[in-house]
């Protein structure tokens, strides 16, 4: 079945670069998605990105997808204590409603 | 608009008692769902509507019910609450699957069993 990985916890400090890693088994995953979760809070679309691009960037966020390593990476450009999160990559199938989604990488911003 | 909207934010049950969970969307959505979140499992999928009338079964769905006789609104019943239930409860809906498909998110339930 699918299964998506990540690294539970990462730390940085505030202005540095953040990268949250993801991997998945699902070779017909097509979108893939990476959510941010606040505490006590529902889980925000950050951004997705379509399985036939290599990267998407959005501002702060860049995300690069290795389809040949089945490697998601969510990129955050001068990471602020506001970015304290949980961050979940999920994937789907193309013509697929449904989501399978990681653990959560849990960030927490130095300051 | 309001989105996902859940209510309770939270609630606390006996053991045995049976509860619904209400989630409603205005975005004329048909795609619902129901995930559970604890913690170091991420979110697993209980239940999903593919449109009024229409459910089935997800990853964990033993111990719940859905049903679906509006677009707006998927409710989730626990018929026996057990301790093992206890965890937070996100409903999503979206509009299209694809990149349309990303789901927009309630704020969730926290549900304890004691």
């Known amino acids: 079945g699918e299964d998506v990985e990540q690294s539970l916890f990462l730390s940085v400090r505030e202005g540095d670069s953040s990268v949250i890693n993801c991997t998945y088994t699902d070779s017909s995953s097509t979108y893939l998605y990476w959510y941010k979760q606040e505490p006590g809070a529902g889980l925000q679309l950050l951004t997705y990105?379509?399985?036939?691009?290599d990267m998407k960037q959005d501002q702060r966020l860049t995300v690069l997808l290795n389809k040949k390593d089945k490697h998601l990476s969510l990129r955050i450009a001068d990471t602020q204590t506001g970015d304290s999160a949980i961050y979940f990559c999920?994937?789907?199938?193309?013509?697929?409603?449904?989501?399978?989604f990681g653990k959560g990488t849990k960030l927490s911003v130095i300051p | 608009n309001a989105g996902v909207t859940q209510t309770p934010k939270f609630q606390v049950l006996k053991t045995g008692q049976s509860m619904t969970l209400q989630c409603a969307q205005d975005m004329n959505h048909e795609y619902m769902s129901w995930y559970r979140q604890d913690p170091g499992m991420g979110l697993r999928l209980i239940h999903y509507?593919?449109?009024?009338?229409?459910?089935d079964q997800g990853e964990v769905p033993n111990g719940y019910n859905v049903s679906r006789s509006t677009t707006e609104d998927f409710p989730l019943r626990l018929l026996s609450a057990a301790p093992s239930q206890t965890s937070v409860y996100f409903c999503a809906s979206s509009y299209e699957a694809g990149s349309n498909g990303a789901a927009f998110f309630g704020q969730g339930t926290r549900l304890t069993v004691v």
């Open positions: 509507s593919v449109g009024a009338g229409i459910t």
């Open positions: 999920a994937e789907t199938e193309a013509g697929s409603y449904q989501l399978t």
């Open positions: 990105i379509f399985s036939n691009m």
